[in-house]
């Protein structure tokens, strides 16, 4: 695949790092105002090395995508193949337009120009990241790139039509993608329709044990018509079928005009919403799984997520798997009811996603309080891509990645002067960084 870079760029990064493929130097880590060198005494060996031996699970994982995706594409074991990586966080505005030709708005466009870079957060050292916008290839360091005939298999953020277009137009082989149809499906699994689907199954696999008493989400349902309303006293939240970090949702108490005038514009544009009831939440999570193209379901792990009054997202807790468990496992009372919900999360998506879907699964959740009890919802929605949730994981185990105030020095965030593309003279000196504090990550605009 001949694929080249146009432009020139600057290494943002400014330590070393490692990868499951290679295994470079680590020069330095920075945190906050102490600065620390590998060689300098045991001590910060010992730390590097408990780092390494972390971020080797995740590299762990994507080590097995690719042997998947190779198998899954037909490529000889031998073969050299590497994944090249994409931001396009406009995926469920891909999938609400449903063409190929769909085009994100100005904002949309300077966040996906701006953290280019995120990817690099789970590449090797053979691996590439792809800027569409600027025509750029980056390292797993967010160096420039020079891309050579090597086999790349197209790994983006999320799968739909127009992203699938643009790899097209680069030269990468569309045997290495989905097919139309696997993107219909995609397209399917991402609409808050199928999620109502997904969690009826889900509620009636655990009717008749212990978990199904400790389980909420009865009330979900996708309407077509307004006519179809039934508050009963309770606040209800309205959600498109296809969007992403709370946006276009709202909670209403009653189907006054205002209500059925928003609920008829879903139903114009998107064939319908989703309705809940608005619980009394206590904490946000979810699970986060890979479907293989041999229809393996794996866990991979939990994250610990934070949203605004509204529903939208704010950001996610950075910490190792062991204390996000224990933050979700403290709110139950049975310390293998998480076990459960695993296990129940893979069977369901073995019956109705496996064999269809190659790729991420994060599926939110929440603990709410209901009747004097703490209570599941399983399955608020189902991100079938990738997710924040996998790059708070990544945060963890590859902090070097990311500094403090989350904009120079960082591979995953720039604050620079964007493109003509950029919709005003104040958004200009501005831009969208990615800020590691405190052990949370979120995406800022400042």
Request: hydrophobic content about 40%; glycine content about 6%.
């Amino acid at each position: 695949m001949g694929l080249k870079t146009t432009k020139n760029s600057h290494l943002l990064i400014k330590t070393s790092c490692w990868a499951h493929k290679t295994f470079p130097v680590i020069t330095s880590y920075q945190s906050g105002d102490a600065r620390y060198s590998a060689s300098s005494d045991f001590h910060n060996v010992v730390f590097f090395a408990a780092t390494m031996l972390k971020f080797s699970i995740l590299m762990q994982i994507f080590t097995d995508i690719l042997h998947d995706l190779k198998s899954r594409y037909h490529l000889p074991e031998r073969q050299s193949a590497t994944l090249l990586f994409h931001f396009n966080s406009s995926h469920e505005m891909a999938l609400a337009d449903g063409t190929d030709n769909y085009t994100p708005t100005k904002n949309v466009i300077l966040m996906e120009e701006q953290l280019a870079k995120l990817p690099c957060v789970f590449a090797s050292s053979d691996d590439a990241v792809v800027d569409f916008y600027q025509n750029l290839y980056y390292d797993w360091q967010g160096n420039l790139k020079e891309i050579g005939k090597s086999v790349f298999i197209p790994f983006p953020w999320g799968w739909n039509l127009a992203v699938r277009k643009k790899f097209l137009k680069i030269g990468v082989d569309q045997s290495y993608m989905p097919s139309t149809q696997e993107l219909q499906d995609i397209r399917w699994f991402a609409s808050r329709q199928f999620h109502v689907d997904y969690i009826r199954l889900f509620l009636f696999h655990n009717l008749s044990v212990d978990l199904g008493a400790s389980l909420v989400g009865h009330r979900m349902s996708f309407i077509k018509l307004k006519d179809a309303l039934d508050f009963n006293g309770d606040s209800m939240i309205f959600k498109q079928n296809w969007s992403s970090s709370g946006r276009g949702n709202f909670t209403a108490q009653q189907a006054d005009e205002k209500t059925i005038k928003r609920i008829n514009g879903f139903i114009r544009t998107q064939g319908g919403c989703l309705v809940d009831k608005c619980y009394d939440k206590i904490l946000d999570f979810a699970m986060e799984f890979y479907i293989f193209a041999n229809s393996e379901v794996r866990f991979v792990g939990f994250s610990v997520f934070q949203t605004s009054k509204n529903g939208k997202y704010v950001g996610n807790v950075v910490d190792s798997q062991e204390n996000i468990r224990m933050l979700i496992e403290k709110h139950f009372e049975n310390w293998q009811f998480i076990d459960m919900l695993i296990n129940t999360h893979c069977e369901i998506l073995k019956r109705t996603m496996a064999g269809r879907y190659t790729g991420f699964v994060g599926i939110d959740m929440m603990a709410v309080r209901e009747d004097g009890k703490t209570k599941c919802h399983p399955c608020v929605e189902i991100n079938p891509r990738m997710n924040m949730g996998i790059l708070a994981i990544a945060a963890y185990l590859r902090p070097f990645f990311f500094n403090e105030e989350g904009g120079g020095g960082s591979v995953v965030g720039e604050r620079r002067r964007s493109s003509t593309r950029t919709p005003s003279a104040v958004m200009r000196e501005r831009g969208f960084h990615t800020c590691l504090r405190d052990r949370f990550i979120s995406i800022k605009y400042s």
